[in-house]
Every structure is written in C-alpha cells, then in structure tokens.
C-alpha cells in the first residue's frame, strides 16, 4: 500500500467513524453509567468487529456476506436486544452512589459481546467496509502486506477516535455528585443506548 491510499483510507475512516453513530452512542452511554475503566473489553471488540469487516472486504466476501445475510441480520437483532437490555438496567439504577466511588465492574465476556454484536450489526460500518472501501482503494489488488497496512491504520484511528469518545464521556461522568444528577445521566444514558438499538433496528 502507498502512503497516499492509507491517508485517504485514514481520512475517510476518521470522518465515518468519528460521526455520532450507534457505536459511538453505546460506547458514551456505557462510560457515563459504569465509568471508564472497565470498558476495555467492549472497544476491543468493536475494533477486532471492524476489522473482520475490513477483512472480509479486502477478501472480497461482500458475496459471501449477501449468502449469509440472515445470519447477519441475527447477529443485529442480538445487538438490538442487549442495547435495549441495557438501556432498562441503566434506566432503573439506583442513584444512590458516592460520587468518587469506583465504577461497577461487568463481565468482559458481556461487554466483548455486547462491542462485537453492536459492530458486526451496525449497518453504517459494514456500508463503509462493503460499498465505500472498494471506492477508496483498489481492494483486489492488496497483498498480506498491504491488508496488514490497513488493519494498522484502522486501529490507530480507532484507537484514537474512541479513546477519546470514552475521555470526554468519563469527564463529563465525573461532574455528576447529586443522586439526582446520577438519576438523570442514568436516564440520558438509557435513552442514548435505546436509540442505539432503534437506530440500529431501523436501517
């Protein structure tokens, strides 16, 4: 791969990825309920997400994922249904927490799974991966190499737009002392993870 197509590649991913979306919306929600240090498994697997999709584009499956479209479609509706289960648990969460106590840890297998179903099931990445990538680049003609390029660049901008998503959300977090400012970002939580799912169900 030449420096020019990974900057291009870097650029169009920073605008895609860094919008407002789905993924981004549970990733705030998520840090404002439960804080940021937990939440390591669920970026993980948002990033090794995107990454099965930059494979399977660079591989030229687009195919393959047309013959198992139920199965993606599966994988989304679980995504739909732990967004929303998430979203009634944080709803109902009793505000009666010290504001500098530690946040409530989860079981990274859950938040793995609920990164990866929010991933693999968002229609906006797989449209970027699928229809926009072979755009950008010439997907057929990159080598091991060349896919390893990739990978490296789409984890640095990863890694630099979701870091910062969780910094600013876990700054924000730390601004909530009151039960009754827990209560609300509770709720603005919830209602963020809930449109998560609906925007998700929706496309």
């Known amino acids: 791969m030449t420096l020019t197509s990974l900057f291009v590649f870097a650029c169009a991913l920073f605008v ?14 998520r840090v404002i309920s439960k804080g940021a240090r937990d939440v390591l498994p669920f970026l993980a697997a948002m990033w090794l997400g995107e990454a099965i999709w930059l494979t399977c584009a660079v ?9 198992f479209h139920y199965a993606f479609v599966a994988i989304k509706w679980l995504g739909v249904c ?6 009634w648990k944080m709803w109902f969460a009793s505000p009666d ?44 003609a990159v080598t091991m190499v060349g896919w390893a ?13 979701d870091i910062s998503w969780a910094l600013l959300a876990a700054k924000a977090r730390r601004f909530l002392r009151s039960r ?24």
């Not at 390029?149 to 737009?161: D, N, Q, S």
């Not at 509770?186 to 929706?202: D, E």
């Open 97 to 140: 927490t010290e504001g500098d106590a530690l946040p409530d840890t989860q079981s990274p297998l859950k938040l793995f799974f609920a990164g990866m179903t929010v991933t693999l099931g968002n229609p906006k990445i797989m449209m970027f991966y699928m229809a926009l990538l072979p755009s950008i680049i010439d997907v057929g």
């Open 59 to 67: 591989a030229g499956l687009a195919a393959i994922a047309e013959t």
């Open 82 to 87: 732990y967004l929303l289960y998430l979203a």
């Open 149 to 161: 390029e990739l990978v490296a660049t789409m984890l640095l901008v990863l890694i630099v737009i």
């Open 16 to 29: 895609a990825a860094g919008s407002p979306g789905p993924s981004v919306a549970a990733l705030v929600a």
């Open 180 to 203: 009754r400012a827990v209560r609300l970002a509770n709720r603005a939580s919830a209602g963020t993870m809930a449109g998560a799912a609906v925007a998700i169900a929706m496309r």
